[in-house]
């Protein structure tokens, strides 16, 4: 987006000063690197040049943004309260551009998609794949954060639409939440213990690893359990499926995740599943977005998921 242009005066009770939008646009890069040089080789403009931009943007707002060192720059803070404001006008009017683009034929473009690493390997990859073969031209850009940051990134613009499990948990009232598919889960054992557990509440005894307590699918257990008045201390938490299975594999404890996470260890008998008698929660997949800001990439995008959903 060219963001050289400026401004026309509005008047809000009191005229505003004229602002040039190539000065913000200045701003944001010196703020988010470490220092005017740094900026300067990223705008392909001289560090004198950077450095005059800025002092002028200071002097028509009145404020110092920035503390100059000799090992770069900070932000002042009217300098955090200027990024905040600029950023979130700056990603509404990349959000508008790409609201615009009404390319039908989807020859080219971009998505940006908020999705953990669990989520877009054992749902959003399938969904990827067959879009990218429908739509080679589709650049597509996958974010992983925590549920709260997805959520932020979906309200501030950042991200089109976010695929997460449940449960969402927003403070925003404009998001529609949609389930779209259901993963199933299980705890899984080395493979050279012979011993056979059926009983979930003799599960409070063993060796436990979970994910962390802040993951979807550990609050998703935890309520599950919680119901039938179990609770399971954990003698290890993790934040990746890959460090629970690895310590499975070493025999340290018994693992709870996405059965899909293990499948192909189960069938060389690395692992095995634990068959309890006890019927575990699925996890729920979710398309979560804001309607009025979805471009229209992301909107076919969405289509096409929920009529896999329901078998089309």
Do not use: W
């Not at 004198?48 to 707002?61: Q, V």
């Not at 998703?220 to 359990?225: G, R, S």
């Amino acid at each position: 987006m060219n963001l050289d242009y400026n401004i026309n005066q509005r008047e809000v009770g009191e005229s505003m000063k004229d602002l040039n939008f190539n000065l913000l646009r200045i701003f944001i890069h010196v703020a988010t690197s470490t220092s005017f040089l740094d900026a300067s080789r990223k705008l392909y403009i001289s560090q004198p040049a950077i450095s005059k931009s800025i002092k002028l943007l200071e002097e028509e707002l009145g404020v110092s943004l920035f503390y100059r060192g000799n090992k770069g720059v900070n932000l002042t803070p009217d300098g955090e309260i200027l990024l905040k404001y600029v950023m979130e006008a700056y990603n509404i009017l990349l959000a508008g551009e790409r609201m615009l683009c009404k390319n039908n034929e989807l020859t080219s473009g971009s998505l940006i998609i908020g999705a953990q690493s669990h989520i877009t390997r054992y749902y959003l990859l399938e969904k990827i794949e067959k879009f990218r073969k429908k739509y080679p031209g589709i650049s597509i850009r996958v974010i992983d954060l925590s549920t709260r940051d997805l959520l932020e990134a979906l309200e501030k613009h950042t991200v089109d639409f976010v695929i997460d499990s449940s449960p969402i948990d927003t403070i925003y009232n404009n998001t529609i939440v949609e389930p779209v598919a259901y993963l199933n889960t299980c705890f899984i054992e080395s493979a050279v213990n012979k011993r056979e557990i059926k009983d979930i509440k003799s599960m409070a005894k063993e060796q436990i690893i979970l994910p962390l307590e802040r993951s979807s699918l550990r609050k998703t257990l935890e309520k599950e359990l919680k119901a039938d008045n179990i609770v399971l201390k954990p003698v290890l938490e993790y934040e990746t499926e890959e460090l629970i299975i690895e310590s499975v594999k070493r025999n340290i404890g018994i693992g709870f995740i996405v059965e899909n996470a293990a499948r192909d260890l189960i069938e060389l008998n690395l692992v095995k599943k634990v068959n309890l008698d006890y019927d575990l929660p699925q996890v729920e997949v979710n398309l979560v977005y804001v309607e009025n800001y979805l471009p229209n990439i992301a909107k076919i995008f969405i289509e096409e998921c929920i009529r896999d959903k329901e078998g089309k």
